[in-house]
């Protein structure tokens, strides 16, 4: 018999940045993603943009910076798959007709900002954009599904991002609020589960990757951006409860188990503060309501001085989390010494770990990475917990008959349940699993089609070409089984 509680949450996730589609329909204004063009695993994905005298312009879309009289553009000679995703704002109803057949508890979902106030400054939202979400959430219901739903997943309007730069200004926290609050006000009773920011670890975690050195003027932002996202996160907490005290609110963070490659003392101490830095950091701030007495070193390596105040740390204090929520794909190995082969994946990049095996993305298969960073956050923080994101992107083929044969997405999901059951028999306080894309969608990191995840197959290729058909893999049948079995039947 499984340990899975009786009212697990078993479901699937999804952001509408990469799934929803209908980016200028509804009333919508842009996001950044709009303005990211497609890459694959070798060539980077690119913003494209337009200079103070008017020629077009694209760059990696990582570290870049919008240069003084530019705007960002969308320019003809280029693929943006984020703009149709996967289409579920015209597939909404069906998609949720085969999310109920696999027997799903709760969906993951995000609301894009840019939806409800489109460019970010409106002081009353979009009703057409209000009305949207208000019919899928009711459809959900209707199916007896929970919403769980992102408030912010990486689309900032981007009139925010261009005209007041983003999130390096104070002035985007009250934006951000009056944009929650209108998501409780207007759900309250139909949305009762809640996340602030999606993976907000990853603004520090980015400055390690894509083979750059940030500078101490990039760590100076990126710690700066945070504060101010984890004051907005904990007033939306506040405003949330205050709405309705039925409301749970969580925080999401990228989930990474690190590894030392080695037993030099050296390797122990780097891999402690890779948890210290990419994991605790963020999650202490939310969960505890104050920062942890290890930021003091973070910030005097790079010369950080936070515009911080006494209200924003009353502010922290009142507005911790009801819950911990992550996603898992990979872990990581960390070493101070030259390694002949790395290994990369959802930011992160390591030492290859011989005792992994790694997809054709360089991901490493590691199932017990995931039970181990379980028993790590319960420990710490004694709080409810979910995995919100947890898939294994690969190449799925349509057969002549139409099935798509996906043995190994069952193997890494059962292996990965395995461990979560396991985790739970232990004492860990999990109350939910969404895999990632649980129907394909847009790849976030290379704006792939090819790289899929989901239980629903979507035709539609990498430069958005297809009859977006859905149709549903064998992993479809295998899931609906382990729902119905609350985790009991794993063949």
């Not at 390690?208 to 990039?218: F, I, K, T, V």
């Amino acid at each position: 018999m499984s340990h899975f509680p009786n009212g697990f949450l078993w479901g699937g996730a999804t952001a509408a940045n990469q799934y929803e589609g209908g980016w200028n329909e509804g009333g919508r204004g842009p996001a950044l993603t709009d303005v990211t063009t497609g890459g694959t695993v070798d060539s980077p994905r690119m913003v494209t943009w337009i200079d103070k005298y008017g020629s077009p312009h694209a760059s990696p879309s990582h570290g870049f910076t919008l240069p003084e009289g530019a705007s960002y553009a969308v320019l003809e000679d280029y693929y943006y798959p984020n703009h149709k995703g996967t289409d579920f704002y015209h597939h909404w109803k069906e998609d949720i007709g085969l999310f109920a057949e696999m027997g799903f508890k709760v969906f993951r979902m995000s609301i894009s900002w840019s939806r409800l106030f489109p460019n970010g400054i409106e002081e009353t939202p979009n009703p057409e954009g209000v009305e949207f979400y208000r019919n899928v959430f009711k459809e959900l219901k209707a199916h007896g599904i929970e919403p769980l739903v992102t408030i912010w997943h990486f689309d900032t309007p981007l009139y925010l991002e261009e005209k007041m730069k983003g999130w390096n200004n104070r002035d985007l926290i009250d934006l951000y609020v009056r944009f929650a609050q209108t998501c409780f006000e207007e759900y309250k009773g139909l949305v009762k589960y809640w996340l602030t920011f999606n993976e907000i670890n990853n603004t520090i975690m980015f400055l390690d990757m894509w083979g750059h050195e940030a500078d101490n003027e990039e760590f100076r932002a990126a710690y700066q951006q945070l504060h101010y996202q984890f004051v907005a996160s904990a007033k939306a907490v506040q405003v949330g409860h205050a709405i309705d005290p039925e409301n749970r609110i969580g925080c999401m963070i990228c989930g990474i188990t690190f590894y030392p490659a080695t037993c030099d003392p050296k390797d122990i101490m780097l891999n402690r503060h890779q948890w210290e830095k990419n994991i605790f950091y963020c999650g202490d701030v939310q969960c505890k309501g104050e920062y942890p007495v290890f930021s003091k070193r973070l910030w005097q390596e790079h010369d950080v001085e936070l515009d911080i105040t006494d209200e924003d740390r009353k502010i922290l204090k009142e507005g911790t989390v009801d819950y911990y929520t992550f996603s898992y794909y990979m872990s990581n190995t960390i070493t101070t010494h030259d390694v002949e082969e790395k290994a990369g994946g959802n930011n992160v990049e390591g030492a290859r770990n011989p005792y992994l095996r790694y997809s054709d993305w360089g991901w490493g298969f590691d199932p017990l990475g995931l039970r181990y960073f379980l028993e790590v956050i319960n420990d710490r923080y004694h709080k409810p917990i979910m995995i919100v994101e947890n898939g294994l992107g690969a190449y799925d083929i349509v057969e002549e008959d139409g099935s798509i044969h996906d043995p190994f997405r069952i193997d890494y999901y059962r292996e990965h349940i395995k461990e979560m059951d396991q985790a739970i028999a232990e004492g860990v306080d999990l109350i939910g699993y969404t895999t990632w894309g649980c129907i394909d969608l847009v790849s976030a990191g290379t704006g792939e089609m090819r790289k899929r995840y989901g239980f629903i197959y979507v035709d539609m290729d990498d430069k958005g070409e297809g009859t977006m058909k859905r149709t549903p893999k064998d992993s479809f049948y295998w899931y609906k089984k382990v729902i119905a079995s609350n985790g009991n039947d794993l063949d």
